[in-house]
């Protein structure tokens, strides 16, 4: 099982980059947003709850994120098995506590954290023009800034987390998506990722 965290800001590209990921090695892609986006669409109990955090541009509680997060592993073990891209997950350091605790458990860990760096200014431009393009609902003006300011407070320092741990690499989000991708895999070379090219459905069937 290998375990990728895919990590950065809003607007950082961590959905763009993962598809990548997913298409050439076969992970597992767990977006904590889409999830949470998901159940606003089918208007679930929780998509009424996550919505009113997300429209303000806050974040879950901790509590609920965690057991939501462990609930989707529980019921994709096939599927997770291969290896996950954590993708908008953790995003404080309790999350990410709780994160090695839980695959610990399943005699794993996160092997690699990839931090996709891309300016404030940049970071600004790409979400308003996404939700013009998009419609999100916390891509506007006013959620923007407090979805980045919530970043820097409470989701920024577990880049000094998973340092302390050596686990994290920096790669440049800025330029073409292909050539951040190029350098994403370089920063994964030392994990001898091998492409998902053996059988018609790998992750159901491995
Ligand atoms: P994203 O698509 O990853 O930008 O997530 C959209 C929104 O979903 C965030 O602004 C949060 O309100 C919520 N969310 C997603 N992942 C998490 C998480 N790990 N912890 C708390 N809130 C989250």
């Known amino acids: 099982m290998m375990n990728l965290v895919i990590f950065g800001a809003p607007g950082s590209g961590k959905g763009t980059q993962s598809d990548r990921l997913i298409d050439e090695f076969g992970l597992f892609h767990i977006s904590t947003g889409e999830l949470l986006r998901n159940h606003i669409a089918q208007d679930t109990e929780l998509g009424r709850l996550a919505d009113s955090y997300i429209s303000k541009g806050h974040l879950i509680p901790d509590d609920l994120m965690i057991k939501i997060l462990e609930d989707v592993l529980d019921s994709n073990p096939y599927r ?111 994990l001898n990722l091998q492409p998902n090219e053996h059988s018609i459905d790998p992750l159901i069937n491995s």
């Open 80 to 190: 997770a098995r291969r290896g996950v891209i954590f993708d908008g997950f953790p995003r404080t350091i309790a999350q990410a506590e709780a994160l090695e605790k839980m695959l610990e458990a399943r005699g794993a860990g996160i092997d690699a954290v990839v931090g996709l760096e891309v300016p404030e200014e940049e970071l600004t431009q790409r979400l308003i023009k996404r939700g013009q393009r998009e419609g999100r609902s916390d891509d506007t003006p006013e959620t923007i800034k407090e979805r980045l300011n919530v970043y820097h407070s409470t989701t920024h320092p577990l880049r000094e987390f998973y340092t302390g741990k050596g686990k994290y690499s920096s790669v440049d989000g800025t330029g073409t998506i292909e050539s951040i991708y190029s350098d994403i895999k370089k920063a994964l070379s030392h």
